[in-house]
């Protein structure tokens, strides 16, 4: 089927590179990118850009309407550590942007919806390693309670209305063409950016805090296989697990490469934050639902990163 796509939240990390690749997939003219604030030159040049805010229903309607949208990637959102310095605004926007792009498509105003859940989901009380697909979530970071009630509205739309929505809990991505911006796994790409321009980190959480952690390209692929396959017998926010790693074993591998690279640990109030988080968890439901599977290892991505950062970006 040809799709005609509708990314909002384009210039975040996740949102540029999945532009890009849906642009390649189903050509410039079938991709319409939007967001609040221009991203990088790259994205801005190679297609449609749009400005719009994802709360306002009726600008999104008309975009919908106006280029006849089949698929829509609902990425914005307040990430963890930003949402826990202004819950109220957090709350808001992740819940008011979802439920917003939901009633559209309730309407029948395109025909599928992606929209991220995280690891950020689950809480101190699950099961830290190898956390189930379904267990006991009890969220308590501002950002968890809303992707795990978002979770719930997708499930509601698509059991009520029959609406084709479809989630994965994406773990902390580590990636160059976009950094990210105010959760609590960035460390995993400040680092590399550091590790090149002055040889030297100072980390917000302390070494021995492991992480469910990704490489973009898996990410990307993880969203775009979902995405394309067939019928899935009902919806649910899949795990998705690619390389778990804590900021000691990220720095022995840059040092292998950089043998005078340096790091300092001073955790801040995200430590709290990584700890009410799962250590890695159990994808074997997706594995077994739409054959995912990971490509990249921590030595793999290392690699990647340090050929590809721009130290002044
Ligand atoms: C964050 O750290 O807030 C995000 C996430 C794990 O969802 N990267």
Redesign the pocket.
């Given at each position: 089927m040809e799709q005609r796509v509708l990314i909002i939240g384009a210039c975040g990390?996740i949102g540029t590179e999945l532009t890009l690749k849906l642009r390649d997939k189903y050509g410039t003219s079938n991709v319409v990118a939007s967001d609040l604030k221009e991203g990088t030159p790259q994205l801005m040049t190679s297609g449609l850009f749009i400005k719009i805010d994802a709360t306002d229903k009726e600008q999104i309607r008309n975009i919908l309407v106006e280029f006849n949208i089949t698929q829509v990637y609902m990425m914005a959102a307040m990430?963890?550590?930003t949402?826990e310095k202004m819950p109220l605004r957090a709350w808001d926007l992740n819940m008011t942007a979802l439920l917003t792009i939901l009633e559209l498509g309730k309407e029948g105003l395109y025909k599928q919806l992606f929209w991220?859940s995280?690891?950020?989901a689950f809480g101190p009380n699950s099961p830290h390693t190898n956390t189930p697909q379904d267990t006991i979530m009890a969220p308590t970071t501002v950002?968890g309670i809303s992707?795990y009630s978002g979770e719930m509205w997708c499930q509601y739309y698509a059991t009520q209305y029959g609406l084709d929505v479809r989630t994965v809990r994406?773990?902390?991505?580590v990636s160059y063409k976009t950094k990210?911006g105010?959760?609590?796994?960035?460390y995993a790409v400040e680092i590399y950016f550091e590790a090149l321009k002055s040889r030297n980190y100072t980390c917000f959480l302390s070494e021995e805090t492991t992480?469910?952690m990704m490489y973009m390209d898996d990410a990307i692929e993880a969203t775009l296989s979902l995405m394309a396959h067939p019928k899935l017998q009902a919806y649910k926010a899949y795990n998705i697990s690619g390389i778990n790693f804590n900021p000691k074993e990220i720095a022995d591998a840059i040092k292998k490469q950089i043998p005078e690279f340096k790091i300092e640990y001073q955790p801040d109030f995200?430590q709290a934050?990584a700890d009410s988080?799962p250590q890695s968890i159990d994808d074997s439901q997706a594995k077994a639902d739409w054959d995912w599977q990971p490509q990249f290892d921590l030595e793999k991505m290392t690699s990647v990163m340090l050929a590809n950062c721009k130290p002044d970006m």
């Open positions: 990390q990430l963890s550590a949402a991220p995280s690891i950020g950002y992707k994406y773990p902390g991505i990210p105010g959760g609590t796994t960035d992480l469910p995200r934050i988080w």
